[in-house]
């Protein structure tokens, strides 16, 4: 079979972000009086902003109103901004299959959990040009990955059909969405360990990844 679209997550996959992600995460549940369990951490990575900032605010025991929750938000989305434009690590070999297979001229998407305010800076660092659409957090009419929505959104955009396609994802939470909207999917973990399951294939690095290698995956 032929690979239609290699459709990308970013944080945790190409990006070292999650670590830098700690920090405004324990910094907010430390600001409502309260510690950030490792558990609870896990369970946020490759979350949607709502879902996190319920388990943030139930993490320190407090009982939010809507305000609470968006001046919350507010608050991550300002120090996780200054930590990516400080400097943003990539994963090993990430930089160099995302030019591989954009050299290969397979169509790209990349498909985050982050919002777009936040990705326009992480794309300063990865590149515009990689990718023929982006689809954020925040466009998917809070449908957030794990539901498939993110992926068949991007799908879509790019005129491929999603069962074509291979998604690149280091998370449960990301797994589970590109997995339920019918792509095949090449999992690197990052943070979180990810279980074994229906067309998913393992990889310990991005290191020497290129087309030819997405494709045997759709074979399998």
């Known amino acids: 079979m032929t690979v239609e679209a290699v459709l990308w997550d970013m944080d945790g996959t190409l990006l070292d972000s999650e670590k830098l992600w700690d920090i405004p995460l324990n910094e907010f549940v430390e ?29 320190a025991g407090v009982e939010p109103t809507d305000a609470d929750l968006a001046d919350g938000a507010a608050w991550i989305t300002r120090r996780t901004e200054e930590l990516f434009r400080a ?3 990539w994963r090993p070999g990430a930089a160099e299959a995302l030019r591989a ?12 959990s982050t919002e777009r305010r936040l990705t326009e800076v992480a794309l300063d660092t990865i590149g515009r040009d990689l990718f023929d659409v982006t689809v954020c957090g925040d466009e998917v009419d809070r449908r ?33 969405s590109a997995v ?15 279980e074994q399951g229906e067309r998913r294939v393992f990889r310990d690095s991005l290191v020497g990844v290129g087309l030819g290698t997405l494709t045997l995956l759709l074979d399998r």
């Open 31 to 59: 600001k409502l009086g309260g510690t950030l369990s490792l558990a609870t951490r896990q369970a946020l990575v490759g979350s949607s902003t709502a879902r996190t900032m319920g388990l943030l605010f139930a993490e």
């Open 87 to 89: 400097g943003l690590p």
């Open 101 to 112: 297979v954009r050299d290969s001229g397979v169509p790209m998407a990349l498909v985050t």
């Open 144 to 176: 957030n990955k794990p539901l498939p929505d993110p992926y068949l959104k991007a799908a879509r955009l790019l005129g491929v059909d999603p069962t074509r396609c291979v998604a690149v994802e280091d998370s449960p939470t990301g797994v589970a």
């Open 180 to 194: 339920a909207a019918g792509c095949t999917v090449l999992v690197v973990p990052c943070d979180v360990p990810v």
